[in-house]
């Protein structure tokens, strides 16, 4: 069975399907739908910044300008040793850091505000094991260290060591003393450094110190040590030798007692 259709109808069906045809061509396609995949690499991006926000964004402000250039900054609970490298400056932000750190290369160890070092009785806080090296420490303070000598640093490499504003405090005496500080050898040079009620500072064999502006409770030089002490305050100086070597001791503007022994004095000279 065959309908006829009007000459004029069919020409008005035929312009409603290209009409409709066009419009339909001309939709964009819908946007696929969002996936955890299509998501994956902008989410890798936002947690793979570097550790030190401060590194890659120089508008950061600081904490301190000796922070600038951390080649690693330090969380408390994180272990710093992975980063001793020559010539790596190590920055450990504000709070307690549980560590016994053994520097055997050049390198820095530096602290924001706050930041403090604690041995855990477990040894000293920090040991200069190695010769003929430079380290620098600053801004730190030094606690709960436990050594027969040497509970908060022990010096015991014939190294350069530099101490800015490092405080020494609740370390644990041993037999051998320097509660704080003992230095066996070395070239140490003490600025702005303090020292508690218990922690001695001893300098004995030939070890060297130039110290300004410290304040301490009881330093002892001993053996063929040599000791320059500028400004800055002590309760009590203990110079003794032994029958082959005298300990040297140079006072420039130092507040203290001083005891010189006298069967084994050392050479004193006050300014």
């Known amino acids: 069975l065959m309908t006829r259709v009007a000459p004029g109808l069919t020409s008005l069906l035929l312009g409603a399907s290209l009409l409709g045809l066009l419009t339909a061509c001309s939709k964009s396609p819908p946007a696929p739908e969002s996936t955890p995949e299509a998501q994956a690499p902008e989410a890798v991006h936002a947690t793979s910044a570097p550790h030190d926000g401060a590194a890659s964004n120089p ?3 600081k904490p301190s ?32 850091h549980q560590v016994n750190l053994r520097v055997e290369v050049p390198m820095t160890l530096v602290g924001e ?6 041995g855990g009785g477990k040894g000293p806080v920090i040991h200069i094991a190695k010769d003929r090296i430079i380290v620098t420490v600053e801004d ?3 606690t709960n260290g436990y050594a027969e000598f040497g509970s908060g640093m022990l010096v015991d490499g014939y190294a350069r060591l530099t101490l800015n ?14 509660t704080g500080l003992g230095a066996r050898v070395g070239e140490l040079n003490l600025t702005g450094c303090s020292f508690g009620a218990e922690d001695d500072l001893v300098l004995t064999n030939i070890a060297k110190a130039q110290v300004s502006e ?5 330093v002892t ?24 070597r005298a300990p040297e001791v140079k006072l420039v503007g130092a507040a203290g007692e001083v005891h010189n022994d006298t069967n084994l004095p050392g050479t004193l000279t006050q300014e």
């Open 214 to 218: 410290t304040t301490a409770h009881d």
């Open 59 to 61: 508008n950061l402000k």
């Open 165 to 178: 504003s490092v405080a020494f405090e609740g370390n644990t005496a041993g037999q051998g003393g320097g």
């Open 221 to 244: 030089v001993l053996d063929g040590a040599k000791m320059v002490w500028n400004g800055g305050s002590f309760d009590q100086l203990v110079i003794r030798g032994t029958t082959t």
């Open 113 to 118: 505000p706050g930041a403090i070092l604690d």
């Open 140 to 142: 730190l303070r030094l």
């Open 65 to 96: 300008e000796k922070l600038v250039n951390c080649t690693a900054k330090i969380a408390p609970g994180e272990d710093p040793t992975p980063h001793f490298r020559p010539g790596a400056t190590v920055c450990f932000a504000a709070g307690t």
